[in-house]
C-alpha cells in the first residue's frame, strides 16, 4: 500500500507543480499587462487568460493540499470524541467528499465534451474552455484518489 501511496503523493505534487507555475505565469501576465497598460499597450485578454488559469491554479492545488492536510480544520468539537469517534468521522466525511468529487469531476468531464463539440472559446482570445473543464475534471478524480488514501491511512491506524 505504501507504493500506491508514494504514486499518488507524487502525482499530487507535480500538479502542485502545475499549478505553481500556473500562478508565476498569471503573476507574470499581470504586472506585464500593467506595465504595458502605462505605456498605453495592454496584452489583450489578459482578464479571460487570468481567469481560465486561475482555474487552474486552484484546481491542481486541491490533491496535495488534501494530502498535507493543509486545509482549515476546526477540531474543538473533533478532539474532544474518543478515537474509534475520531476515525468513524474522518471516514464519513471522506467518503461524502469523495461522493462529491466524483460528481463534480464526472460533471466537467461531461462540461468539457460538450465544449468541445460546441466549439466554445474565450470572446477576445478565442482560446479553447474544454481543455480547462477536463484539467478541473481530472483534479477531482485525483483528489478522490488522495481521499481513499485517507481512508486506508485511518483504517490501518496510520493517519496523524
Same mark, same amino acid.
Given at each position: 500500500?505504501?507504493?500506491?501511496?508514494?504514486?499518488?503523493?507524487?502525482?499530487?505534487?507535480?500538479?502542485?507543480?502545475?499549478? @505553481?507555475?500556473?500562478?508565476?505565469?498569471?503573476?507574470?501576465?499581470?504586472?506585464?499587462?500593467?506595465?504595458?497598460?502605462?505605456?498605453?499597450?495592454?496584452?489583450?485578454?489578459?482578464?479571460?487568460?487570468?481567469?481560465?488559469?486561475?482555474?487552474?491554479?486552484?484546481?491542481?492545488?486541491?490533491?496535495?493540499?488534501?494530502?498535507?492536510? +493543509?486545509?482549515?480544520?476546526?477540531?474543538?468539537?473533533?478532539?474532544? @470524541?474518543?478515537?474509534?469517534?475520531?476515525?468513524?468521522?474522518?471516514?464519513?466525511?471522506?467518503?461524502?467528499?469523495?461522493?462529491?468529487?466524483?460528481?463534480?469531476?464526472?460533471?466537467?468531464?461531461?462540461?468539457?465534451?460538450?465544449?468541445?463539440?460546441?466549439?466554445?472559446?474565450?470572446?477576445?482570445?478565442?482560446?479553447?474552455?474544454?481543455?480547462?473543464?477536463? +484539467?478541473?475534471?481530472? @483534479?477531482?478524480?485525483?483528489? @478522490?484518489?488522495?481521499?481513499?488514501?485517507?481512508?486506508?491511512?485511518?483504517?490501518?491506524?496510520?493517519?496523524?
Amino acid at each position: 500500500m505504501e507504493a500506491v501511496f508514494g504514486v499518488v503523493e507524487r502525482i499530487s505534487t507535480w500538479m502542485q507543480a502545475i499549478s @505553481c507555475t500556473a500562478l508565476t505565469f498569471v503573476m507574470l501576465l499581470t504586472v506585464t499587462d500593467v506595465g504595458l497598460r502605462l505605456l498605453g499597450h495592454p496584452i489583450v485578454g489578459t482578464y479571460e487568460i487570468v481567469g481560465l488559469v486561475g482555474a487552474l491554479v486552484i484546481a491542481f492545488a486541491i490533491p496535495i493540499t488534501s494530502w498535507i492536510r +493543509g486545509h482549515i480544520f476546526v477540531d474543538f468539537f473533533y478532539l474532544k @470524541c474518543p478515537k474509534p469517534v475520531q476515525d468513524g468521522l474522518n471516514i464519513a466525511t471522506r467518503v461524502v467528499s469523495i461522493a462529491l468529487f466524483l460528481a463534480i469531476g464526472w460533471n466537467m468531464f461531461a462540461v468539457a465534451g460538450d465544449l468541445y463539440a460546441a466549439g466554445e472559446v474565450t470572446l477576445t482570445r478565442h482560446l479553447p474552455f474544454y481543455p480547462i473543464a477536463y +484539467g478541473l475534471g481530472a @483534479c477531482c478524480f485525483m483528489e @478522490c484518489f488522495v481521499l481513499l488514501c485517507d481512508i486506508v491511512k485511518v483504517i490501518g491506524g496510520k493517519y496523524e
